[in-house]
C-alpha cells in the first residue's frame, strides 16, 4: 500500500488567491461592463530590458553551434555569473562574499523551500506573521510545526509584526534554532536597519541559531543608509544564510534565475554538538538534486550586471518605485495609515476594519482589487497589500477611483 506524507494533511488549503480569482469573476460576471484594475499582483509585469534579451537570444544561438553548444553546466551555476554576483552584489557594496559561496538555482521559493531539508527534524522555528506562505508551508510538508489549531500551527514560533514594532519583530521569548527574516518585506513593505539587522545576528549567535534572510527585494532599497545584505552586518557570516532572485530586481518571474549564499563558516551542529559546514551540506544536496540553471538563461542573468543592463534594470525598478510612492502619497492623503511604498513595491494599507470586507468595497464600489493581509497571517487582519507592479495608468487611474470612496 502507497502511503503518503500525512503532513499534507495539515496544510492549510492555499485559498488566498483562489478566493481573490473567484471573488472577481463572480463580479465581472455579474456587472460585464466595468474594467477591474489589479493592484493585488506579487509579479512583475514590465517586458524584460534589451540588454538582457539580446544575451539571452545570444545564449540560444551558442546552443546551435557545434563549437559552442553546452550539455551539462555545473550544478553551482557558471563561474562567469557566480563571479559577477560576488562582485557587483557583494564586494562592491563592502559585503566579503566568494563566487564559490554562490549558488545558482531556479528560484527563491524553491531554494528557501528546499533549504530545511539539512536541518533536523525537530528544531525550533520563528517565523514572522504575516509572511510569504512558502515558510510555513514548506515547513508543514516536512512535519516541522504540528497540527494547525485556530489558524496556528502548534510548534511553530510567531512573531508578531505589527505597527507598533515597526513590522520588525522582537526576539522570540522561547528558544529557537532557525529564524525567517524577509526585508524589504512581503508582504508589509517594511525596511529593516543595520543597527536592527545586527540584533538579530548578535542573538543568533549568542542562540547558535541560523538566520535566514530572505533578500527578494533588495534592488527596491535606495535608501543607502539601509542594509540590502545581511552580509553587510558584522558576524553574519557565521550565521546567515541569504537568498536572492531576480525575478522582482530583473523582471526574471517568467524567465527563472536565482541565487542562494552561504559562506563557509556558516556552521551546524549534530546532536553531539560538533560542528559541520552548512556550505559542504547545501553542496551535496544541490549537486544531487540539482542540475543547473539553462545556460542562456545564466547568459541573461550575466547582462543584468552589463552596464547597459545595470542602467535597464534600474530604470524598470524606478518606474515601480515610483508608482509605489503615488499609492502611498494617495492612501496616506485618504486618511490610512501605510507602511512600505518605499524601498519596496509593495504598500501595507491599514484599512480599520477585516480585510475581506475592505478588499470587497475596494472590488465592488471601485473595481480595484488588492490582496487581504489576512491572506498573510493572523497580523494581516485588518490590513490590504497594495502592490506596486503595474502600469502607471492603472496606479493613477486606481488611486482616483479610491478618491471617490
Ligand atoms: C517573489 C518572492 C520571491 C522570489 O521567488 P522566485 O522563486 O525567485 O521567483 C522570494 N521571496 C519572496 C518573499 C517573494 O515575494
Redesign the pocket.
Known sequence: MIRINENYLKLKSSYLFSEIAKRVSEYQKANPGESVIRMGI?DVTQPLPSAIIEAFHKGVDEMADLSTFKGYGPEQGYDFLREKVAEFDYRQRGAKVDADEVFISD????D?GNIQEIFAGDISIAIPDPV?PVYVDTNVMAGRTGENVGGRYQKLVYMECTADNGFVPEFPKEKVDLIYL?YPN?PTGATITKEQLKRWVDYARENRALILY?A?YEAFVRDKTLPRSIFEIDGAREVAIE?R?Y??TAGF?GTRC?FTVIPKECMGYDSAGNRHSLHAMWNRRHTTKFNGVSYPVQKATEAVYSAEGQKQVNAIVDGYLENARIVREKMTSYGYQCTGGENSPYIWVNTMRDSWEFFDMLLTRCQVVCTPGEGFGKCGEGYIRISAFNSRDNVINAMERIAKL
Open positions: 506579487g528560484g527563491a521559493k524553491c528557501t510569504y524577509c512581503n530572505d527578494a537568498f532572485s525575478s522582482k518571474t536565482a
